[in-house]
C-alpha cells in the first residue's frame, strides 16, 4: 500500500461516481488465455506454490488447509471449464487470502460493457452509459440475464475479499456487473461479448436491453446528471482547488497521492489571496500513491496553519472508494489534524495486510499480486475509518447533480 500506486485503467469504463476498482486494470504485458488443461494447470501450481511464499502473511484469515482444499478443487474442474471460468475460479482462490491488495488482474480483454452501475441503497442504478444505451440511464437494474442483480451481485462478491470492510464490496461489485469476462465467468451470462439488462424507469416501466461488448470502446459515456457536481468533473489534474466565494471555502479535490507538489502549491497561493473561513480537501475519488509524500507535502503544511487547522475550518471529504495510501492520509488528518471527516466510511480497513507487489502467471500472463506489509493507521478496537458527519447519497440527489457532502461543509457551526 502507501507506496504502491494503484492505477486504474479501466478494461470496464471508471463510473462517474468513482467506483472503478484496481481488480479491474489492465495488465503489462498481453495474456494468451486459450491454454490446454495442462497449461492452465501449470498456472495453478506457480499461484499455489508462490502466493503463500510472497505473500506477508497469507494465511492470516483462511487456513492453508482450506486453501489448498480449493486450489485442488479448481484443479479437477478444470478440463471442464472454458478461459473465463478458470481465470474466475482463480481469483476465486486468490480472493480466499482476503485483503484487497491481493488479487489476480483482470484480462486485457475482459469484454467491459459501456455501462455504470452504482448501488444507492438496495437499488443498482445505472449512472452512465454509452448514447447507444441513453435509454438506460437511471433506471433500476432487475435482471442480468436470468439472475436477479441480488444474485449477480452475491456471485459477484465472492471474488473479493471478505476481510475488509462492507462499503469496499459494493465498489468492487458495481464494475464486475458490467464486466462481460466476469458475467460469463460466474455462468450469469452464456456470451462474454453480450448481455440482456431487465431494468425499470421511474415511471414503473419495465424493459430489457441487449448490451454488446464492442460498442462504445471510443465513445463518450453520457451522465444521469445536468450539470456534473465538483467532485464529479473530468480533469487532468490530480489536485485540483477552487474557491467557493458563497460559502468562504476553499474545494480541493484530490484524486491521487502523487503529483501533490503543483497543487499544494496553488492551494497555500489561494488561501493566502483568499483568507477562506473554510478549507476542504476531497479525497473521495482517491485511489492511492505514497501516503509519506502525502503526509509531508499535504497534510502537514495544511496542520502548520492556525487559520485553517481548528475545529470548524479544516473538513476531510471521505467514501468507500477513499483507498490505499489515500485512506491512511485520512486516517492522519485525524490524528494530527483538527480535521472533521464527512462522508461515507472508508472501504478499506486501515489496519491490514497492504503495500502490493507482483508477479506474473507463466502461462497465461496474468498478474498476481499480493500484499508485502501490515500497516497499523488507527488503535482502539473498531478496525474501520468512520465519518465524523456521514452523509449517504440518494439516487435523487445523484441524478440531480447535489453533492450533499460538500454543501454540508459551509453549513457546519
Not at 471508471?14 to 491454454?35: D, I, K
Not at 435482471?143 to 459477484?156: H, L, M, P, R, W
Not at 446528471?225 to 482547488?241: T, V
Not at 497561493?269 to 501516503?291: C, F, S, T, V, W
Request: include cysteine; charge should be negative.
Amino acid at each position: 500500500m502507501g507506496k504502491t500506486l494503484l492505477i486504474v485503467l479501466g478494461v470496464a469504463v471508471l463510473s462517474a461516481a468513482g467506483l472503478g476498482v484496481w481488480w479491474f486494470s489492465r495488465p503489462p504485458a498481453p495474456q494468451r488465455l486459450h491454454l490446454t488443461t495442462d497449461q492452465w494447470r501449470a498456472d495453478l501450481r506457480f499461484l499455489v506454490r508462490e502466493l503463500p511464499k510472497r505473500h506477508a502473511n497469507a494465511f492470516h484469515f483462511t487456513s492453508q488447509a482450506a486453501f489448498e482444499k480449493a486450489a485442488a478443487d479448481l484443479d479437477a474442474k478444470l478440463p471442464q471449464l472454458n478461459a473465463d471460468e478458470t481465470w474466475i475460479g482463480m481469483q476465486r482462490l486468490v480472493s480466499l487470502i482476503d485483503d484487497a491488495h491481493t488479487y489476480l488482474q483482470t484480462p486485457h480483454d475482459a469484454a467491459g460493457f459501456a455501462l455504470d452501475i452504482a448501488r444507492f441503497g438496495d437499488e443498482y442504478r445505472v449512472v452512465d452509459a454509452d448514447p447507444a444505451y441513453a435509454g438506460m440511464l437511471g433506471t433500476r437494474v432487475l435482471k442480468i440475464g436470468n439472475a436477479t442483480v441480488e444474485q449477480a451481485a452475491s456471485s459477484c462478491k465472492e471474488l473479493f475479499s471478505r476481510d475488509e470492510n462492507p462499503p469496499l464490496s459494493d465498489t468492487f461489485i458495481a464494475d464486475c456487473l458490467t464486466t462481460g469476462a466476469a458475467l460469463h465467468g460466474l455462468g450469469i451470462t452464456v456470451d462474454r461479448n453480450s448481455a440482456t439488462y431487465t431494468v425499470r424507469d421511474d415511471s414503473a416501466k419495465e424493459f430489457t436491453a441487449e448490451v454488446h461488448a464492442e460498442i462504445g470502446s471510443a465513445a463518450k459515456l453520457v451522465n444521469s446528471y445536468k450539470d456534473p457536481p465538483l467532485y464529479l468533473k473530468d480533469s487532468d489534474n490530480k489536485f485540483d482547488c477552487q474557491y467557493l466565494e458563497q460559502g468562504q471555502t476553499l474545494y480541493c479535490n484530490v484524486r491521487a497521492i502523487r503529483e501533490r507538489k503543483p497543487g499544494v502549491a496553488e492551494m497555500m497561493k489561494l488561501i493566502e489571496q483568499h483568507h477562506p473561513a473554510r478549507l476542504a480537501i476531497d479525497l473521495r475519488r482517491n485511489r492511492g500513491g505514497d501516503y509519506t509524500e502525502g503526509e509531508s507535502e499535504m497534510i502537514h503544511p495544511i496542520r502548520d496553519l492556525p487559520s485553517i487547522n481548528s475545529r470548524g475550518h479544516l473538513f476531510v471529504l471521505i467514501g468507500p472508494d477513499t483507498f490505499s495510501a489515500a485512506m491512511n492520509n485520512a486516517a492522519q488528518f485525524r490524528q494530527q489534524t483538527a480535521a472533521i471527516l464527512v462522508g461515507q466510511e472508508i472501504g478499506e480497513k486501515p489496519n491490514s495486510y497492504q503495500e502490493a507487489d507482483s508477479t506474473m502467471l507463466p502461462n497465461s500472463h496474468l498478474t498476481l499480486h499480493y500484499s508485502i506489509k501490515y500497516y497499523k493507521f488507527v488503535d482502539g478496537s473498531e478496525n474501520a475509518i468512520r465519518p465524523d458527519q456521514e452523509i449517504i447519497p440518494t439516487w435523487d440527489e445523484y441524478k440531480a447533480g447535489i453533492d450533499r457532502v460538500l454543501d454540508w461543509v459551509p453549513a457546519y457551526k
